[in-house]
């Protein structure tokens, strides 16, 4: 039976990032039952290991509770067939499930599905077998007609960053009501990846149908929490779903994710117990946190990839056709070479970092099968061949570039080194900070000339390059469009052979290289923490913190 205990208690106002917060409830404070549970939490290790998980183990669950997240930017739209923002995954994780996911390794297994799907000897079809019994928040059961709606909807809603992801796909049906076929013009080996992402997150037809194109307004999926609240530029509350089949094992009443971009307030919040997780720490204050009692760090690498995308062809929004952008930066890509060739990428993830980075060349991560030494092969550090391709392209030096970047200190900091490196080949940078929504925005209508983002990663090249590279690729925001990087990315998703595929993207990203609509520049080490009144939190190589499992704990 569970007891009720106080949660709150008079104390001063704190600031969390842009307002001032007096809250009645005391952060922390829970509901206990007399069943508990056993939680173990994982040491705190260094920069060079890996610790995804604070596991559940030995200590004592306490059941309830209202648990905060700072997250160090607002999500966008939370409709996952629009929607492009990494920290929208932070919380459609708990409110959205899909029909795979990654586990902490970066294998592929099932979520909704109850099997990995078997294809065809042709390839052109795909059967997927889905649960039974589970239902959507708003009691609208889950079946394979709802998983029919959701890929169509991929495939034909306007907007859609979903399209490319899910390949040339003919016809869905569902079979029955836990079987689901898609049929192909021809072989995509990416599906099985792309459903254990947004593509694969199934939204109830209920909903769908009364709120059309405002989904994201109020989600309604499976999942362990249901959407509740969104307080623009504030916070987004979820709660614990009644309905949902594994909820016994789901042990917080409530989630709520407030907006905390400036990573210094972050890790204030956490330190004073306003908030219980944190995202993004920066790596100026990673090694103080980590020597803290009561604090734990979660830490992994990236599949994904921080660059500089300059914008050579998207003049009317991303998904419209290739237009013509009239200036040396969009037209000249000696110019977009001299740039890459100015950039130290090594002492820049040095300096700015203290090494709690990598240096990109690709957006295909080192550890990822498909690697390869044309992925590996960074552009040379070379400022003097820099400064002579820029004089022989015959533009004025200094050459003046406007970059668009996010407001938050750390990127603010990588960008004004940036703008060191690239001085001495003749590059005259200018910043110019925004909002990270804001700056989504910019590089979906093509309202830039370069901008620096990242891209959070995925465990199948496609994700990483087809969207971004091929000609009206759901997220191509520079406007890119060659038809050799086309055909080389097509052939690639039609083969299941790890190293054929592996070397086609090779080539697609020597000539990448060579053109440079997007210049790679490094992979964030994806830095979480956390206090230990929690545990059951994890993050994964795609970048997104799961609180799906979490609960708070006894002390020890």
């Known amino acids: 039976m569970r007891q009720s205990s106080p949660r709150s208690f008079p104390r001063k106002p704190r600031v969390l990032g842009r307002r001032i917060w007096a809250p009645v409830l005391a952060i922390g404070l829970v509901v206990i039952t007399a069943a ?22 030995d200590r004592t669950i306490r059941e309830g509770g209202d648990l905060v997240m700072a997250l160090s930017a607002e999500p966008d739209r939370l409709d996952p067939t629009t929607s492009s923002s990494l920290y929208t995954r932070y919380v459609m994780q708990t409110i959205c499930q899909k029909l795979f996911d990654i586990d902490a390794s970066g294998a592929v297994v099932p979520q909704l599905a109850t099997a990995l799907p078997t294809t065809s000897a042709d390839g052109l079809t795909v059967t997927i077998p889905v649960m039974a019994g ?9 079946n394979a007609d709802a998983v029919k709606q959701t890929i169509e909807r991929g495939l034909t809603l306007a907007g859609s960053s979903r399209r490319s992801e899910l390949g040339p796909i003919t016809a869905v049906n569902a079979l029955d009501a836990t ?72 042990h917080l009443d409530r989630i709520t994710y407030r907006i905390i971009s400036d990573s210094n307030i972050r890790a204030a919040n956490l330190r004073s117990g306003d908030v219980q997780i944190a995202d993004t720490i920066s790596t100026q204050d990673i090694g103080a946190l980590s020597q803290e009692p009561g604090i734990g760090i979660l830490q992994v690498g990236s599949l994904g990839y921080q660059a500089v995308t300059f914008n050579v062809g998207n003049t009317a929004g991303v998904g419209s056709p290739v237009g013509t952008i009239d200036t040396p930066l969009a037209t000249s890509k000696a110019i977009r ?17 203290s090494n709690y980075a990598d240096v990109a060349c690709s957006p295909i991560s080192p ?32 050459f003046p570039v406007t970059m668009q970047v996010s407001n938050s200190p750390d990127t603010i900091r990588f960008a004004q080194a940036l703008q060191a490196s690239v001085a001495a080949s003749g590059f005259e940078l200018s910043i110019s ?3 990270y929504s804001t700056l989504l925005d910019v590089q979906t209508r093509g309202d830039f000339a370069s901008l620096q983002l990242g891209w959070s990663g995925r465990v199948d090249p496609h994700g990483n390059m087809f969207n971004f590279l091929s000609t009206g690729g759901g997220n191509n925001y520079s406007g890119y469009s060659n038809p050799a990087v086309d055909a080389l990315l097509t052939e690639a998703s039609q083969t299941t052979d790890v190293p054929a595929r592996a070397e086609l993207y090779g080539k697609a990203i020597t000539i990448v290289q060579e053109d440079n609509p997007v210049v790679y520049l490094y992979r964030q080490r994806s830095l979480t923490a956390y206090s230990t009144q929690i545990a059951g939190v ?6 997104v913190v799961h609180l799906s499992g979490a609960a708070f704990v006894e002390a020890k």
């Open 179 to 250: 079987t689901v076929e898609i049929t192909y013009s021809r072989p995509f080996a990416p599906l099985t990846a792309a459903l254990a992402d947004r593509a694969g997150m199934i939204m109830s037809p209920t909903a769908l149908a009364s709120a059309g194109a405002g989904f994201g307004d109020n989600p309604v999926c499976v999942g362990p929490f249901k959407f509740a609240e969104r307080v623009p530029q504030t916070s987004i509350t979820v709660e614990r779903d009644p309905l949902y089949y594994d909820a016994g094992n789901v």
């Open 36 to 57: 508990c549970q056993q939680v173990q939490v994982a040491p705190e290790t260094a920069r060079s290991a890996d610790v995804t998980s604070a596991l559940i183990g």
């Open 433 to 435: 900070p925004i909002e």
């Open 134 to 142: 589970a239902v959507f928040a708003d009691g609208t059961p889950f």
């Open 337 to 353: 070479q001299a740039f890459s060739m100015s950039v130290d990428r090594q002492a820049l993830v040095s300096s700015v970092f």
């Open 367 to 398: 550890s990822s099968p498909y690697s390869t030494p044309a992925s590996e092969a960074c552009p040379a550090f070379d400022p003097v061949a820099a400064r002579a391709m820029l004089v022989d392209s015959g533009v004025t030096i200094p």
């Open 538 to 543: 994890e993050t994964f190589a795609d970048g």
